[in-house]
Structures are given as structure tokens and as C-alpha cells.
């Protein structure tokens, strides 16, 4: 019996297919949100370059890119944060869906096995996975509004 050597060459191979695989998954899921989440930033982008403080700073002559860098951006980013930790729980949904119809083993596909075979135990660990996830991805959101606005803080 022979066996075959992973080289280099056969490794980069290996790793352009599983690029290809993954990219009509991830295009479904990313380019299902883009759009809204790039409207939402750009509505808030402009309510905030509208308030008293950023036409305040403006006169006092403080240079455009800091305006937009520290003033605008930072308060335009806490709404989108909340919606970015809002939209990661329909990627956790969504990703059960996609895993389905692009045959992508992964939870969600299991998870659909799960129920079809009535795993219960298997059920209930493909569910706590997907909430320790939820509540990892809320925690990351309430982190970011601490890093991102220093007047927000919890005890």
C-alpha cells in the first residue's frame, strides 16, 4: 500500500477548493445584510453631521477628518453596533438555511439531522451551542459601546 505526501502545491490546491466553497455561502449570508447595514450607516452618519456639537466644532475650527473621526463616526457607530449584534443572531439563523442548501456540513446541517432523526440530547446541544453564541455576540456589542463611547459604563 502506498500512501501520498501532502506537499506544498497539493496543500495550496487543497485550500484554494475549500476558498471556492466557502465563497457562494458567505456571499449568500453577506450580501443578504450589505445593503441594509449601509443604508442604516449612512443614515446615521448624516443625522449626526447635523447636530449642534459637530456645526459647534466646525466653527471653532477643528479639521474636517477629526470631526468625522471622533465626533460623527463615534456616535453614528453605537446604533449600527446594535444592529450589527441584532443581524449576527439572523446569520446564526440563516447559516442553518444556507448549510441546508448548499449541502455545507456544519451546525446547522446537523442541527436539521437532529430533528429529522428526533436526537433530543443532540438537539439540545446543537441549541445551547447556538445560545452561548448569541450571548457571546451580545457581550462582544455591550464591549464595543464601552470601547466606542468612554462615557458608557457598567458595575
Not at 460623527?72 to 446604533?79: G, Q, S, V
Not at 466606542?148 to 459604563?153: A, K, Q, T
Request: proline share 4%; charged share 20%; net charge positive.
Amino acid at each position: 500500500m502506498r500512501y501520498r505526501c501532502l506537499d506544498a502545491d497539493r496543500l495550496q490546491r487543497l485550500q484554494l477548493d475549500a476558498l471556492r466553497n466557502l465563497a457562494q455561502p458567505a456571499l449568500t449570508l453577506g450580501g443578504y445584510v450589505s445593503g441594509v447595514l449601509g443604508r442604516f450607516l449612512r443614515a446615521s452618519l448624516i443625522g449626526e453631521a447635523r447636530a449642534d456639537y459637530v456645526r459647534t466644532a466646525r466653527a471653532k475650527g477643528v479639521p474636517e477628518k477629526r470631526i468625522v473621526g471622533l465626533h460623527i463616526m463615534r456616535n453614528a457607530l453605537l446604533p449600527f453596533v446594535t444592529i450589527v449584534g441584532l443581524m449576527m443572531a439572523h446569520f446564526i439563523g440563516g447559516a442553518v438555511v444556507t448549510e441546508a442548501v448548499f449541502t455545507y456540513p456544519g451546525l446547522g446541517r446537523l442541527l436539521i439531522q437532529a430533528i429529522t432523526t428526533r436526537d433530543y440530547p443532540l438537539i439540545q446541544g446543537c441549541i445551547l451551542v447556538i445560545l452561548i453564541a448569541y450571548m457571546l455576540i451580545n457581550l462582544a456589542v455591550d464591549m464595543l459601546y464601552a470601547w466606542i463611547d468612554p462615557r458608557i459604563e457598567y458595575r
